[in-house]
């Protein structure tokens, strides 16, 4: 059974860094698709970054030189840097995996199988 963790969230000034994790058990982390999505109130889910087996990464373009996803295999947890943060980065941000197949790991929300109960990021 997978599970994720995720933690770092918390209320940041418009411009500012804040740095989230996301701790992964019962699986296997070095095979997994990961990606971090986040949903606004009253918004869709909102794919961010996906990161593969061998640390290629994907950005949506709404986050893309501002945002940086990175991963830790030796203690199995995800990252996702965030800089330059604008009161539209306001959301709940979530992490999720998926075992990979060998092949590209698409930044859809669809594909991945297992996910964080999330944690609050809020920008003023």
């Known amino acids: 059974h997978v599970q994720l963790v995720e933690s770092g969230g918390g209320s940041v000034q418009a411009g500012g860094t804040l740095n989230l994790s996301c701790v992964v058990s019962?699986?296997?982390?070095?095979?997994?698709?990961m990606g971090w999505f986040r949903q606004a109130p009253g918004k869709q889910r909102e794919a961010l970054a996906v990161?593969?087996?061998?640390?290629?990464?994907t950005y949506a373009n709404s986050v893309k030189d501002r945002f940086t996803i990175s991963k830790d295999n030796a203690n199995d947890i995800l990252y996702l840097q965030m800089s330059a943060q604008k009161p539209e980065d306001t959301a709940m941000y979530y992490c999720?995996?998926?075992?990979?197949?060998?092949?590209?790991?698409?930044?859809?929300?669809?594909?991945?199988?297992?996910w964080g109960q999330g944690t609050q990021v809020t920008v003023s």
């Open positions: 999720a995996s998926v075992i990979s197949t060998g092949g590209y790991c698409y930044l859809l929300e669809e594909i991945f199988r297992n």
């Open positions: 990161i593969d087996p061998s640390s290629k990464t």
């Open positions: 019962g699986g296997f982390f070095s095979r997994y698709c």
